[in-house]
């Protein structure tokens, strides 16, 4: 825009004539001279023609004193160093609201006039429930006439960890007492992710700045950052502010900013903060300083995308770092071992769910020993709503699914992170945009730790209560299926209801998702009968030999050098030979076909006896045969396991009871999610069990693949083995301790919280339970009396369990330390009326009899009914009374467990 300064100054003087002051006539010459083009190379406010007529005009009108006294800073303060707003200990929470919203407008407004905007007339002024929190409007003669300006504001963003946020805003809220009481850990988990605290959701908030700051002026940081380098963070906020300060500074800013200094300083720690606000007795404000190590390696190995092709099918189109290097970030060429990777993360049946999650495993690369743990959260959405669509895309809906791939089985903290950018990804409708993938890379890798797997953090988003509820007794029954290796399938639809469910019971076991997974997915297909007996290993004398793995020789304690050889490298033609005497062990020579444990190496019955009567001459002064353990002890959460040290055999890592057990090893698999593709190895020779999920009804057709079937939808157990339904049959001691834990979890009582393992009923607390099951069970084998203690766990499943890989691992290792642990069930005991009333009810609602005798009381009671009826209704009412005596008859033998629908190859 440009005119002749003549113009400028004829529009000027009509303002003048008008009465418009001098200073509302400077006010027109700047908001000209922003659009205005320059005059003789200078900007129209310093036109000299300009400058000498706003003189002009102030010498005719000057300008008057002020009747009041000017606006001071120091004034204010000192003002507010005096009553009402101090003490602060005796201030009234109202003016306490006031006087820090009127200290915070003095810190964050820039200009005088803003200030002088604020006022504390009823129509400015809105207090929160019960004047915690004030809200201060500025008078309407104050708000900008014109909102649209070229200039922003500058927003400054800190966005944390979910995991951490919780944590802090949980100990916050215990302290501050103007805040309704947090409750119980477990409750307040989901309360926070529902969003029903007092800010909202945490998803719905760093989500929407997340898309806000693509938009607008804001610049988006992150807690962890600023903790791992704040000189770095502290030099972009000052490069986002356009303001220029001395190394010096800086410097400064980051030593006052340090945690020792600000939990010092009472502006920062707040115990300025009168005690009926702030009890700093129940939790500091500023509690500690800790930034968890980081792994020797990086846990975060990929970020991977896969997408649905029309033509190709599922494949990966994104990799970050490249899976091949050599490949690049967009090739779709995957390792043999990985092959399957497309299908797991793009489950079957995505099409029918808008959205949905999938923990999966991957087998080791070449050269790796250990399993890689999948998360992928997949997305479908409206082609049409893409910004850029590629020339590929040619169905109605875009299907995609976006990886995590880890060296950590933190499956429910890389879910909580992996949704939100998945959403985000999505939202920007164009997914050539790979910057945020990368930057959820270097994310991850700086926020997920090793010591992660230490607390019961590894258990996000796996709710043992919940399993609880919905399986009741079966949960046992899944159990001990698992204890015995069996082929194990579950089914349900979708996949995160599915996999969320199976891993539950996985943690149930203590140290399994922690430690007892790395060996989890490591197979050697083999397609034929013919190529397995062809096989060096099973036709050479020579090899026999206990099978390792190559990680079983490492780190060898001192005190074991003697009971193990390893003095000798071993021969690259045979596995490592432990000090066992090679005549002991043998190769299955039954059919392969019919045997559960394939080509792996078996003891003979006579060196399962001889070690028995060693353990138990070993041990024997460890325990009093006459101690039991009161049904009433508190076990220690399973969380901490104290020193972990690598298993000579096992290989894993095992603490000083000898856990986890090695179940998850030498071929038997564990699959949260399987692929229809993965089909074939649920007949693989070299596959001898397996503990895998599946939503494909194809998986639960084929029932002759496995030896169990949980159907997780309808809560029920499918067992086809009679000899196996009869060792899961739970003993006494076995259904006491269900109905005790079903008790627990169902009952409304008041929160009991125990040291250790937090809320009673809680899902810590159901862990604990099942620990010192295993615990128990493991001591009891130890026991010279073991026979008569293991009796309590069922003599059927104790002799299977006796012949299982876990075991036979377990007890040829020495561990000291169960002598801490009392031998026997933790629910042993004489029967009582109460025990036939659970054994009554779990026979009338389990066994085939049961069921039938079940029905026929029904069907005779409602023969009852209608006889009733027909007969009249004096008879009838007899009738009536004899038929609510026989349901609440049936009905008290069902109270203690739920029913169940009647299949004639079902158990539970």
Same mark, same amino acid.
């Given at each position: 825009?440009?005119?002749?300064?003549?113009?400028?100054?004829?529009?000027?003087?009509?303002?003048?004539?008008?009465?418009?002051?001098?200073?509302?006539?400077?006010?027109?010459?700047?908001?000209?001279?922003?659009?205005?083009?320059?005059?003789?190379?200078?900007?129209?406010?310093?036109?000299?023609?300009?400058?000498?007529?706003?003189?002009?005009?102030?010498?005719?009108?000057?300008?008057?004193?002020?009747?009041?006294?000017?606006?001071?800073?120091?004034?204010?303060?000192?003002?507010?160093?005096?009553?009402?707003?101090?003490?602060?200990?005796?201030?009234?929470?109202?003016?306490?609201?006031?006087?820090?919203?009127?200290?915070?407008?003095?810190?964050?407004?820039?200009?005088?006039?803003?200030?002088?905007?604020?006022?504390?007339?009823?129509?400015?002024?809105?207090?929160?429930?019960?004047?915690?929190?004030?809200?201060?409007?500025?008078?309407?003669?104050?708000?900008?006439?014109?909102?649209?300006?070229?200039?922003?504001?500058?927003?400054?963003?800190?966005?944390?960890?979910?995991?951490?946020?919780?944590?802090?805003?949980?100990?916050?809220?215990?302290?501050?007492?103007?805040?309704?009481?947090?409750?119980?850990?477990?409750?307040?988990?989901?309360?926070?992710?529902?969003?029903?605290?007092?800010?909202?959701?945490?998803?719905?908030?760093?989500?929407?700045?997340?898309?806000?700051?693509? #938009?607008?002026?804001?610049?988006?940081?992150? !807690?962890?950052? +600023? %903790?791992? $380098? =704040?000189?770095?963070?502290?030099?972009? *906020?000052?490069?986002?502010?356009?303001?220029?300060?001395?190394?010096?500074?800086? #410097?400064?800013?980051?030593?006052?900013?340090? !945690?020792?200094? +600000? %939990?010092? $300083? =009472?502006?920062?720690?707040?115990?300025? *903060?009168?005690?009926?606000?702030?009890?700093?007795?129940?939790?500091?404000?500023?509690?500690?300083?800790?930034?968890?190590?980081?792994?020797?390696?990086?846990?975060?190995?990929?970020?991977?995308?896969?997408?649905?092709?029309?033509?190709?099918?599922?494949?990966?189109?994104?990799?970050?770092?490249?899976?091949?290097?050599?490949?690049?970030?967009?090739?779709?060429?995957?390792?043999?071992?990985?092959?399957?990777?497309?299908?797991?993360?793009?489950?079957?049946?995505?099409?029918?769910?808008?959205?949905?999650?999938?923990?999966?495993?991957?087998?080791?690369?070449?050269?790796?020993?250990?399993?890689?743990?999948?998360?992928?959260?997949?997305?479908?959405?409206?082609?049409?709503?893409?910004?850029?669509?590629?020339?590929?895309?040619?169905?109605?809906?875009?299907?995609?699914?976006?990886?995590?791939?880890?060296?950590?089985?933190?499956?429910?903290?890389?879910?909580?992170?992996?949704?939100?950018?998945?959403?985000?990804?999505?939202?920007?409708?164009?997914?050539?945009?790979?910057?945020?993938?990368?930057?959820?890379?270097?994310?991850?890798?700086?926020?997920?730790?090793?010591?992660?797997?230490?607390?019961?953090?590894?258990?996000?988003?796996?709710?043992?209560?919940?399993?609880?509820?919905?399986?009741?007794?079966?949960?046992?029954?899944?159990?001990?299926?698992?204890?015995?290796?069996?082929?194990?399938?579950?089914?349900?639809?979708?996949?995160?209801?599915?996999?969320?469910?199976?891993?539950?019971?996985?943690?149930?076991?203590?140290?399994?998702?922690?430690?007892?997974?790395?060996?989890?997915?490591?197979?050697?297909?083999?397609?034929?009968?013919?190529?397995?007996?062809?096989?060096?290993?099973?036709?050479?004398?020579?090899?026999?030999?206990?099978?390792?793995?190559?990680?079983?020789?490492?780190?060898?304690?001192?005190?074991?050098?003697?009971?193990?050889?390893?003095?000798?490298?071993?021969?690259?033609?045979?596995?490592?030979?432990?000090?066992?005497?090679?005549?002991?062990?043998?190769?299955?020579?039954?059919?392969?076909?019919?045997?559960?444990?394939?080509?792996?190496?078996?003891?003979?019955?006579?060196?399962?006896?001889?070690?028995?009567?060693?353990?138990?001459?070993?041990?024997?002064?460890?325990?009093?045969?006459?101690?039991?353990?009161?049904?009433?002890?508190?076990?220690?959460?399973?969380?901490?396991?104290?020193?972990?040290?690598?298993?000579?055999?096992?290989?894993?890592?095992?603490?000083?009871?000898?856990?986890?057990?090695?179940?998850?090893?030498?071929?038997?698999?564990?699959?949260?999610?399987?692929?229809?593709?993965?089909?074939?190895?649920?007949?693989?020779?070299?596959?001898?069990?397996?503990?895998?999920?599946?939503?494909?009804?194809?998986?639960?057709?084929?029932?002759?693949?496995?030896?169990?079937?949980?159907?997780?939808?309808?809560?029920?157990?499918?067992?086809?083995?009679?000899?196996?339904?009869?060792?899961?049959?739970?003993?006494?001691?076995?259904?006491?301790?269900?109905?005790?834990?079903?008790?627990?979890?169902?009952?409304?009582?008041?929160?009991?919280?125990?040291?250790?393992?937090?809320?009673?009923?809680?899902?810590?607390?159901?862990?604990?339970?099942?620990?010192?099951?295993?615990?128990?069970?493991?001591?009891?084998?130890?026991?010279?009396?073991?026979?008569?203690?293991?009796?309590?766990?069922?003599?059927?499943?104790?002799?299977?369990?006796?012949?299982?890989?876990?075991?036979?691992?377990?007890?040829?290792?020495?561990?000291?330390?169960?002598?801490?642990?009392?031998?026997?069930?933790?629910?042993?005991?004489?029967?009582?009326?109460?025990?036939?009333?659970?054994?009554?009810?779990?026979?009338?609602?389990?066994?085939?009899?049961?069921?039938?005798?079940?029905?026929?009381?029904?069907?005779?009671?409602?023969?009852?009914?209608?006889?009733?009826?027909?007969?009249?209704?004096?008879?009838?009412?007899?009738?009536?009374?004899?038929?609510?005596?026989?349901?609440?008859?049936?009905?008290?033998?069902?109270?203690?467990?739920?029913?169940?629908?009647?299949?004639?190859?079902?158990?539970?």
């Amino acid at each position: 825009m440009t005119c002749k300064v003549p113009v400028v100054l004829s529009f000027l003087q009509e303002l003048l004539d008008v009465g418009r002051t001098p200073s509302m006539l400077k006010v027109y010459v700047a908001a000209i001279a922003a659009y205005h083009a320059p005059v003789d190379g200078q900007s129209l406010g310093r036109n000299y023609l300009v400058v000498q007529f706003l003189k002009g005009a102030r010498r005719i009108n000057p300008s008057r004193p002020p009747s009041v006294p000017s606006w001071d800073l120091s004034t204010v303060l000192r003002a507010l160093k005096g009553p009402p707003f101090e003490p602060l200990q005796s201030v009234d929470l109202k003016l306490l609201s006031l006087y820090t919203a009127l200290l915070l407008a003095l810190a964050s407004i820039k200009r005088v006039g803003d200030l002088q905007a604020l006022s504390v007339s009823p129509s400015c002024l809105e207090f929160g429930v019960g004047d915690s929190k004030v809200i201060l409007k500025p008078r309407h003669g104050y708000v900008p006439k014109v909102l649209s300006t070229p200039f922003r504001a500058q927003v400054i963003y800190m966005a944390r960890n979910a995991k951490d946020n919780l944590v802090s805003y949980f100990h916050f809220d215990r302290m501050n007492l103007t805040q309704p009481e947090p409750g119980p850990w477990d409750g307040y988990i989901h309360k926070f992710m529902r969003g029903q605290l007092g800010w909202g959701s945490w998803y719905d908030h760093v989500k929407g700045y997340w898309k806000e700051c693509k #938009e607008n002026n804001i610049l988006y940081m992150l !807690f962890e950052d +600023m %903790k791992e $380098n =704040p000189l770095r963070e502290i030099k972009r *906020i000052m490069h986002y502010l356009d303001l220029s300060v001395s190394e010096d500074v800086i #410097e400064r800013i980051v030593q006052l900013t340090s !945690f020792q200094v +600000m %939990k010092d $300083n =009472p502006m920062a720690n707040y115990s300025y *903060i009168p005690k009926p606000v702030f009890d700093h007795s129940i939790s500091a404000f500023m509690r500690k300083e800790r930034m968890e190590s980081q792994c020797k390696e990086e846990p975060v190995l990929h970020i991977v995308v896969v997408g649905f092709h029309h033509k190709k099918g599922c494949q990966v189109e994104f990799s970050y770092p490249p899976i091949i290097p050599s490949a690049g970030h967009d090739s779709n060429t995957l390792p043999e071992e990985w092959k399957y990777l497309p299908f797991l993360a793009l489950p079957d049946g995505a099409h029918n769910y808008q959205e949905d999650t999938v923990y999966f495993h991957l087998p080791p690369l070449d050269g790796q020993l250990k399993c890689v743990y999948g998360v992928s959260c997949y997305r479908q959405m409206e082609a049409k709503a893409l910004k850029v669509r590629e020339a590929d895309i040619t169905r109605e809906t875009v299907q995609k699914s976006v990886c995590v791939l880890s060296r950590l089985p933190l499956f429910g903290m890389i879910e909580a992170k992996l949704q939100l950018i998945t959403h985000a990804y999505f939202e920007e409708k164009d997914f050539s945009q790979i910057s945020i993938l990368k930057e959820l890379y270097d994310n991850m890798n700086r926020s997920l730790s090793c010591t992660a797997l230490e607390g019961s953090q590894i258990y996000l988003g796996l709710s043992a209560r919940d399993l609880i509820l919905h399986f009741k007794h079966k949960v046992l029954i899944i159990f001990k299926l698992i204890l015995l290796e069996k082929k194990i399938l579950f089914y349900v639809t979708p996949v995160k209801r599915l996999v969320e469910t199976l891993m539950t019971v996985l943690s149930l076991f203590p140290g399994i998702i922690e430690h007892g997974l790395a060996d989890s997915s490591h197979y050697q297909p083999r397609r034929s009968i013919s190529e397995d007996f062809s096989s060096p290993e099973i036709i050479s004398a020579d090899e026999e030999s206990f099978s390792m793995s190559a990680t079983d020789v490492t780190d060898i304690p001192k005190e074991l050098e003697g009971r193990y050889d390893v003095s000798d490298q071993p021969d690259q033609s045979k596995a490592c030979n432990t000090a066992l005497d090679t005549h002991y062990l043998q190769h299955h020579t039954g059919s392969l076909l019919d045997s559960s444990e394939c080509e792996w190496e078996t003891l003979e019955p006579h060196v399962m006896d001889e070690m028995e009567e060693n353990v138990d001459i070993d041990h024997s002064d460890m325990f009093d045969t006459d101690s039991g353990l009161p049904i009433t002890v508190q076990p220690q959460s399973a969380t901490g396991q104290g020193t972990l040290t690598s298993g000579i055999v096992s290989g894993l890592q095992e603490d000083q009871y000898g856990l986890p057990l090695a179940i998850f090893t030498k071929g038997y698999l564990c699959m949260p999610y399987m692929a229809l593709q993965q089909h074939h190895l649920l007949s693989d020779i070299s596959v001898r069990g397996f503990v895998a999920g599946a939503t494909n009804i194809l998986f639960r057709q084929q029932r002759h693949l496995s030896d169990a079937v949980v159907d997780v939808d309808e809560a029920r157990i499918q067992i086809h083995d009679p000899e196996l339904r009869k060792m899961l049959s739970l003993s006494t001691a076995d259904l006491r301790f269900a109905d005790y834990l079903v008790k627990h979890v169902t009952e409304n009582k008041e929160d009991v919280f125990l040291d250790g393992t937090g809320w009673e009923g809680g899902d810590e607390w159901i862990r604990a339970q099942f620990g010192l099951y295993v615990h128990s069970l493991l001591s009891s084998a130890l026991h010279q009396d073991h026979e008569r203690l293991l009796a309590d766990y069922g003599a059927a499943f104790t002799s299977a369990w006796k012949i299982t890989h876990n075991y036979r691992l377990w007890i040829s290792n020495k561990h000291p330390a169960m002598a801490e642990i009392t031998p026997g069930h933790p629910f042993q005991g004489q029967y009582s009326v109460a025990d036939v009333k659970i054994r009554l009810s779990h026979s009338m609602q389990n066994s085939e009899r049961g069921k039938k005798i079940g029905n026929a009381v029904m069907s005779t009671s409602r023969s009852v009914v209608q006889t009733g009826k027909a007969v009249g209704q004096s008879v009838g009412g007899a009738l009536t009374v004899a038929k609510s005596a026989m349901s609440s008859w049936f009905s008290m033998l069902a109270q203690p467990t739920t029913a169940v629908s009647a299949s004639p190859q079902s158990t539970d």
